[in-house]
């Protein structure tokens, strides 16, 4: 089974518009990451989370650990055609490990 | 370069061949990981070094699977009699040391290979 589930799959808004890309698990989240991956790249790194109910922002992207710490959501406001990419969460659900596992992914299309 | 590098950028082999991939990591970063990441589906953890201790190789898929670390830098994944499901990309990423507690990984642009 998947440790970290993310949705939704694939995601087509129109530019301006904001969204929300979820990653759950059924296991504490003890660091969780959010990456971004354009076709033929590396992931680039977003943003992390550690504690139940931290939030991050930069830019118009806003990240947020729930305080159970087995949730996270990743906001984009008014997005635009740069904001296009697949969405990875990763995280360390054991506590101190190296091994992060990750979701499958968020396919994210910003029409102009 | 400042980040991660790999090589090479794509490999197509037959199936049977051996193949081997290499990163290149950010210099002085002490932590190594591999992943592979098939279609639809998300990263799939290989193999991590940290240091000079030894790897863990907790998610290597099959025996056909080994990596190096030459001088705590370069490494190298070797895949031996390669498997049509052996296709996807392959991505290193590194990191700075465990013991500052900073888990932010660094990723490379990624080995695409295709076995035919």
């Known amino acids: 089974s998947q440790e970290l589930e993310q949705s939704p799959q694939s995601l087509i808004v129109q530019e301006g518009k904001n969204l929300t890309i979820n990653c759950t698990s059924s296991?504490?989240?003890?660091?969780l990451y959010w990456y971004k991956q354009k076709y033929g790249e590396g992931l680039i790194f977003l943003m992390m989370?550690?504690?139940?109910?931290e939030e991050k922002s930069h830019e118009k992207i806003t990240a947020k650990l729930d305080e159970k710490k087995q949730q996270s959501s990743l906001h984009i406001t008014a997005s635009q055609p740069s904001h296009a990419g697949i969405y990875l969460c990763?995280?360390?659900?054991?506590?101190?490990?190296?091994?992060?596992?990750f979701g499958k992914g968020t396919k994210l299309t910003v029409n102009p | 370069g400042a980040g991660v590098s790999q090589s090479p950028s794509n490999k197509v082999t037959e199936k049977g061949k051996d193949v081997e991939l290499r990163c290149d990591p950010i210099?002085?970063?002490?932590?190594l990981y591999w992943y592979r990441q098939s279609l639809g589906q998300g990263l799939e953890f290989l193999i991590y070094?940290?240091?000079?201790?030894?790897?863990?190789k907790s998610g290597l898929p099959s025996d056909r699977f080994s990596a190096e670390r030459t001088g705590g830098s370069v490494s190298t994944l070797t895949i031996q009699r390669t498997q049509q499901e052996d296709s996807a990309v392959y991505l290193c990423?590194?990191?700075?040391?465990?013991?500052?507690?900073?888990?932010?990984?660094?990723f490379g642009p990624g080995t695409r290979l295709t076995v035919t």
């Open positions: 296991k504490t989240l003890y660091g």
């Open positions: 990423a590194s990191s700075p040391s465990w013991a500052a507690r900073s888990y932010e990984q660094y």
């Open positions: 070094f940290q240091g000079n201790s030894a790897p863990d």
């Open positions: 210099s002085g970063h002490t932590a």
């Open positions: 989370l550690q504690k139940g109910g």
């Open positions: 990763g995280a360390d659900t054991q506590g101190g490990s190296e091994k992060l596992v």
